[in-house]
């Protein structure tokens, strides 16, 4: 017999066409395929043809269901059964529902004759769809009985509860089930799972939280702390956090309670309430007094630490960071320093004793001000922000920071600018860990910019491009470059440099009017290197228009 799959395919279309041969024929070829499981659901597929009987009809499917027993591989039987029971659900339409119940019925009986393990997760993934909601019940009993996948397969038939069979099946007939669970921090996080979907539908299961929280109480340590992260990552109504307050005083060991806290506290934020989340925060930090582990309790600042950050809170950040003391273990000492590091709060270092005040930006009195020449960087490179603009970004800011300028960024894919200048700042090491960054952010001297055609628009700014090959009639030096400023009117000079190999593009050289070539003999130099000469050149035409 040729290719089998294809032959399933061509059996199928010859039932579709209008004149096609009769079903009897294709079914007698189905039989023929040696191959089971195309030729199970060859038969469920004809058995569909109403030019055959009911009864035989009813013959040949159930016959299909029988077949798959002999798919000897349990993933394949899996999936034909998935298959056997999407064609089941709507076999021979409305008519036959009751056929069709029944059918789904034996198909749940194969089901249970996969052996517990993968093979029973991906078959109960790939049949809920397809099974009915009068199986889910079956279903879900199945899944908590699949032991190493308990988790996994559970959620995905309350999943397809919820987005099916919620009117069909009550909660509470999901709930009891889920009482069978034997693991408590499984049964914790699958009552809050189900109190998750119970909200999205609007259905009231205060039971259903009140128990995944009794679950998580009765759990020890490191348990009752996975248990209580997935409940905080769970609920997202301020009835729910208020309830956690509650929740919060039963818990009588320090660490649990301090690290809960600051959990609670995090996913507060992250459904927009600050206040709450602040809250949580700072009960998290009073808890932490009490912990009579110095390790543990310094573990636990600097998570509430990096949680306050999260939420803006960064002054308060600041000073935990600060009267953070060093340990005996050289594990937590390190942790303390690369925090340190990473929000620039490193103790005994000069530069920033210098340049911190209190509410966090830097001030120096012998930097240079901003005089209205602007560093732009034209993006060139097509797609996503790549680690190239990150780097430029990074070795830029020095630049502007030390030699008076403000910077641009043209054509950047960037969205939310204070969260990618921030996260950006903490992760890079170029510039002092990021603080020349901070300092142009905080003085609103970095300008992101959607197009040049933004500049060209402005009648108080120009754009200057930078090329080794100037238009003979455009070419300016730059002292003429920065002459075109005019402090009465407050006008900007974009010094445009092209981010990438080919340099600023043919197209916008054109539309620019002036360009300044900086070798003064047409030799193209490296990004990095042009950068610095462009904000050098320019500091010191400044200095010579004084």
Known sequence: MSHEPSFYRSLIREKNKKNGKHPSILIADAKKMNDKYYSSLSLMRLS?????????????????????????????????????????????????????????????????KIPKGNELS?????????????????????AINNTDFLDVDTRTVIRHWAGKCHSHISFENIYSILLTVDDGVIKSKLMMYLYLQCSRLSISCDKVFSHSIDDAMGLEDDDK?????????????????????????????????????????????????????????????EESGSIHNKEEQIKI?????????????????????????????????????????RYNVIKNDSLLKTMHEKNGKIHRDDLPTSKGCVLALYDTYEGALKP?????????APLCTAFGLDLALIGFPIEDESAFFERLAADTTIGKNGIYLRFLTDEKRIHVISSLKEVMSSPLDIAVATTANPEENKKISMDDAVGL??????????????????????????????????????????????????AFQLYIALKKRK
């Open 122 to 142: 991906q078959t109960i993934d790939s049949c809920c769809k397809h099974i009915g909601c009068s199986h889910m019940e079956d279903m879900l009993h199945l």
């Open 301 to 341: 600042k600097i998570y509430i630490i990096n949680g306050l950050m999260k939420s803006n809170e960064k002054q308060k950040a600041y000073d935990l960071l600060n009267n953070l003391q060093k340990t005996d273990d050289e594990a937590v000492n390190e942790m303390i320093e690369k925090n340190q590091k």
């Open 388 to 396: 190239i603009h990150l780097r430029m970004i990074a070795r830029s």
């Open 485 to 534: 400023l005019d402090s009465n009117k407050k006008t900007r000079v974009f010094l445009l440099m092209g981010l990438g190999k080919k340099g600023l593009p043919d197209s916008l050289l054109k539309r620019v009017s002036h360009h300044v070539e900086l070798t003064d003999v047409n030799i193209s130099l490296e990004t990095s290197t042009a950068m610095g000469i462009i």
């Open 48 to 112: 569909d043809d109403k030019r055959i009987s009911i009864y035989d009809a009813v013959h040949y499917a159930y016959e299909s269901i029988r077949m798959s027993q002999r798919v000897e591989r349990f993933w394949r039987r899996g999936e034909l059964l998935s298959l056997l029971a999407k064609y089941a659900k709507n076999w021979r339409s409305s008519s036959s529902e009751q056929h069709q119940n029944k059918l789904l019925d034996a198909i749940l009986r194969e089901i249970k």
């Open 225 to 285: 702390i996975l248990a209580f992260n997935y409940i905080a990552q769970h609920i997202g109504s301020i009835e729910d956090f208020m309830r956690m307050k509650q929740v919060l005083d039963k818990i009588s060991n320090s660490f649990i309670k301090a690290k809960v806290a600051s959990i609670l506290g995090g996913f507060a934020d992250k459904n927009g309430f600050k206040d709450i989340s602040l809250d949580f925060f700072m009960r998290g930090l």
